[in-house]
C-alpha cells in the first residue's frame, strides 16, 4: 500500500537548486516564453530526465494561490456596513468576486462564503488573508478552498 504523500512550505534559498529550476522550466511553459520542455529545460539549464522526475513534485507556494478561484469564509459579526466593508477590502486588493453566499444571520452572527478570482492580486495572499482577518465586524476569516 503506498503511504500518503506529504507536503512541506520551504524557504526557496534551503531547496537544491534543481528545484527552483524545475519550477523556472514549468512557469516558462504555462505562459508561453518555452513551447516545449526541450526548450525550457535548455532555458533552465537542467536535463529533462530532471524535469520529468520532480515536476509533479514542485509547485510554489505563490503559484497555489494565485491566478485562481479562491474561497474565502468568513464569520462576521452582523451589523450594517459589515458586507460592506469586506467588499471594499477585495476591491482594494483587485480580487474580482466570482459569487458570494450569505446564510440568515443568527445569534448575531452571519456566515459569507465569497470566491474570488485572485490573478491580479495587488499583494500576497497571505496579506489579503491577513487584512481580512483584521477587519471590522470580521470574527474569522479562512480559505476555504482554491
Do not use: W
Amino acid at each position: 500500500m503506498a503511504s500518503e504523500p506529504k507536503y512541506y512550505i520551504v524557504e526557496a534559498s534551503a531547496l537544491p537548486e534543481v528545484f527552483l529550476k524545475v519550477s523556472e522550466a514549468k512557469r516558462l511553459l504555462s505562459v508561453g516564453e518555452a513551447s516545449t520542455v526541450n526548450e525550457a529545460t535548455k532555458m533552465t539549464g537542467i536535463s529533462r530526465s530532471a524535469f520529468y522526475k520532480y515536476r509533479d513534485a514542485v509547485l510554489p507556494f505563490q503559484n497555489m494561490m494565485t491566478g485562481r478561484i479562491i474561497t474565502f469564509q468568513l464569520l462576521l459579526h452582523d451589523s450594517p456596513g459589515a458586507l460592506s466593508g469586506l467588499l471594499s477590502i477585495f476591491a482594494q486588493y483587485k480580487a474580482n468576486i466570482i459569487t458570494i453566499n450569505s446564510i440568515v444571520p443568527t445569534n448575531g452572527c452571519a456566515v459569507v462564503t465569497i470566491s474570488a478570482e485572485t490573478m491580479h492580486i495587488a499583494a500576497p495572499l497571505e496579506e489579503l488573508l491577513r487584512v481580512l482577518r483584521e477587519a471590522n465586524h470580521v470574527i474569522k476569516a479562512d480559505i476555504l478552498a482554491g
